[in-house]
């Protein structure tokens, strides 16, 4: 394991916790029981996207399984091509001398040099080629652990079972309807594990939102009881840097319980959860209002007192979204502040915020930014505007006493759609938002939601 000190039958980690090498190959084993794995044959695990939480996963598959070679194989799949800059190989290459781990682990795999000539400009390297040394293009800063990459994606999936998505929901439909030709022939079933946070809008025959593993079903075939979400407060480098963290892993319970085991490490506690879909829409939510978040500090040199009026905002219109989406939305209150918080306060969606607000970013240059991934904020931005401006959905206004789609007691998300989406208003709109004389208290509008039966089971496709 990448800075990890062995000692005898144990691995110590960074944090200090220690994990029994026999205990995770007795977790290893169970799975393997349940999967109906004979002596010989090779657990084959895939993660699908290279992106930094699924580079992240696979590394810490890798870290804690990949010594059991005769059990288990973990390898990951990322288009070929991508070509890494030379301000990135200049900054890769810092990060490799300042970690003399790092730096030993290269010299010795004799591939070191090429590092050297792409800081010189000599070389050009490629995203796939620097995976396999452990670096990943989205989180150069945060070195993995070698990883075994393949390019072809039929060779990476075609026999694999156990699938890990860490695709962008945007390309999570594509890319498994390519992978459903090559699973034609299957006799078994694989699991296919969604890492993905963002849905898509769909309007027909009633409003709906569409997850990513509600597309892994639609393109693959496979059961959805075979598919699972894992989502939590978590940012990846600080994962893989064995930072206390905690997840959900939610889907049927013949796969999640034993998953959640196979998953858990003493820095890394996985928790299981029944309800799927609507774990997997909170995780798309949070995305929508940190990139507001970003917005507003930044325009406001990192004004705690305005964080906090925007945060108070934001966090009512998320309350009362999620009254609409859950039967029982109190018990996800919780998780997904928890999730909202870590975005804020470190991740890319609040960090394009601020970057668009400063002027070191335009809408022009797209989501998908270079070093960061994609950001899949903007996505949610358009699905949930257009889900709750259909009048279908009405509900009725406090003060005009009239029925109004739910989009209008929704005012921060109104004006992030003009911002991001039809582009009518620069980033300073946000901060309009908030100035906004006429704005109701956040308090009426918890009060409006706890007040009035406003559940919607057909937002996520229940009866």
């Not at 007795?26 to 002596?39: I, P, S």
């Not at 090429?114 to 050009?124: P, S």
Request: glycine share 8%.
């Amino acid at each position: 394991m990448v800075g990890s000190i062995k000692v005898k039958s144990q691995n110590l980690h960074s944090n200090g916790s220690v994990q029994n090498c026999a205990s995770m190959e007795e977790k290893l084993d169970e799975l393997r029981h349940l999967l109906g794995k004979a002596e010989g044959d090779i657990l084959k695990i895939v993660g699908v996207g290279a992106g930094a939480w699924g580079s992240v996963f696979a590394a810490l598959l890798q870290d804690n399984y990949g010594q059991f070679r005769e059990k288990v194989q973990i390898r990951i799949w990322r288009r070929p091509g991508r070509t890494v800059d030379k301000a990135t190989a200049e900054h890769l290459f810092e990060v490799i001398n300042s970690r003399e781990d790092v730096l030993r682990r290269l010299i010795r795999r004799c591939a070191y040099l090429k590092y050297v000539e792409a800081r010189l400009g000599d070389r050009t390297l490629l995203a796939d080629e620097i995976l396999k040394d452990g670096f990943c293009l989205n989180m150069i800063h945060t070195p993995l652990c070698p990883l075994k990459v393949v390019t072809n994606l039929q060779e990476a999936v075609w026999d694999a079972d156990i699938v890990v998505n860490g695709l962008p929901s945007t390309e999570t439909r594509e890319v498994f309807e390519e992978i459903n030709h090559y699973w034609k022939e299957r006799i078994t079933v694989p699991i296919i594990i969604s890492l993905s946070k963002g849905i898509e809008a769909a309007l027909e025959p009633l409003p709906h939102i569409i997850t990513p593993t509600q597309m892994i079903n639609r393109a693959t075939g496979v059961a959805m009881e075979n598919i699972l979400y894992l989502g939590g407060p978590n940012i990846a480098s600080e994962i893989y840097n064995k930072e206390y963290a905690n997840a959900r892993i939610c889907g049927a319970e013949k796969w999640r319980k034993p998953l959640a085991k196979f998953l858990r490490q003493p820095h890394f506690i996985v928790w299981d959860n029944s309800d799927l879909v609507t774990h997997e829409v909170m995780g798309g939510l949070k995305n929508v209002y940190a990139i507001g978040a970003g917005m507003v500090a930044a325009l406001t040199n990192e004004s705690a007192t305005s964080k906090s009026v925007y945060f108070a905002h934001c966090t009512s219109e998320m309350i009362f979204i999620t009254h609409l989406l859950a039967e029982e939305p109190e018990k996800l209150a919780g998780p997904l502040l928890a999730d909202t918080y870590v975005t804020l306060l470190k991740g890319r969606n609040a960090w394009y915020g601020q970057m668009l607000a400063k002027g070191e970013l335009s809408l022009d240059m797209g989501d998908s930014i270079s070093g960061k991934g994609m950001i899949q904020g903007v996505s949610a931005v358009g699905a949930f505007y257009e889900l709750l401006s259909q009048s279908s959905l009405s509900v009725l206004h406090p003060e005009e006493n009239k029925h109004v789609a739910p989009v209008e007691l929704c005012p921060i998300l109104k004006t992030l759609y003009r911002i991001l989406i039809t582009r009518e208003l620069a980033s300073q709109g946000i901060l309009q938002a908030l100035r906004d004389e006429t704005l109701n208290d956040p308090r009426e509008r918890i009060e409006i939601a706890q007040t009035h039966a406003f559940y919607r089971p057909s937002l996520l496709g229940q009866p």
